[in-house]
């Protein structure tokens, strides 16, 4: 089976701008999270989709939102972006759901100058 | 909120010994724990878990062990490879999944 893939994998934008980044879930998976990783803060939650629709979402702003697709595919748009979202976003997907084990892709390097 | 803590950020050892990673969680209602290792550029990979059931999960070199009084979870790896060399994330779901900030291990050959 095919794994996570994350497009693209890195990106550049100025503040402001807003930014889309897309997920291809493991095949069968129904369940797709979104984290950000900074350096000395882990893997913050930002939300989970499933069966197109938003099931949990972290602390974090508006300015960050999500879909899912009919077929499970995920984006995760940021608008106005700030240079502290400068970070690694990850995507995830599983079965059923974040209280299973989850299968990350490689991430998409978000730089914001 | 910091649910899952992994205190030390980073871990050296030498090769063939036992590495320890450790991890605390303050939520009671988390019943599933995982480990995830990371290497750079890559996204984190699924190592072994532990549900709230068990107090003991092995697998090959690794065994994760979870102490529910004291919130709190261990990795052992043994004996430890240079290949072990990598960020280890703790995690700990209920409804959803809650990571520590990692730590970094090396194995010194």
């Known amino acids: 089976k095919a794994g996570v893939t994350q497009t693209p994998r890195y990106l550049i934008k100025t503040r402001g701008q807003q930014v889309t980044l897309s997920c291809s879930p493991i095949?069968?998976?129904?369940?797709v999270s979104w984290y950000q990783q900074t350096p000395g803060q882990g893997l913050q939650f930002l939300f989970e989709?499933?069966?197109?629709?938003?099931?949990n979402k972290g602390n974090f702003p508006g300015r960050f939102s999500g879909r899912q697709f009919s077929n499970s595919r995920s984006e995760m748009n940021v608008s106005t972006l700030e240079l502290g979202d400068s970070a690694l976003y990850l995507c995830?997907?599983?079965?059923?759901?974040?209280?299973?084990?989850?299968?990350f892709g490689p991430g998409t390097r978000l730089l914001v100058l | 909120d910091q649910q899952v803590k992994q205190n030390s950020p980073s871990l050296s050892v030498q090769e063939g010994r036992i590495s320890i990673l450790n991890c605390d969680y303050t939520?009671?209602?988390?019943?599933?724990f995982l480990w995830y290792k990371k290497y750079p550029a890559e996204g984190p990979t699924f190592l072994i878990s532990?549900?709230?059931?068990?107090d003991k999960n092995e697998d090959g070199r690794f065994t994760v062990f979870l102490n529910k009084s004291a919130k709190h979870l261990s990795l052992h790896i043994v004996p430890s490879q240079p290949g072990d060399s990598a960020v280890y994330f703790c995690?700990?779901?209920?409804?959803?999944?809650?990571f520590g900030a990692g730590t970094r291990l090396t194995v010194k050959p």
């Open positions: 995830a997907s599983s079965l059923e759901g974040t209280q299973e084990t989850q299968y």
């Open positions: 095949s069968g998976h129904r369940s």
């Open positions: 989709y499933f069966s197109e629709t938003q099931r």
């Open positions: 939520n009671s209602m988390f019943d599933y």
């Open positions: 532990i549900s709230s059931i068990k």
């Open positions: 995690a700990a779901s209920a409804h959803d999944m809650r």
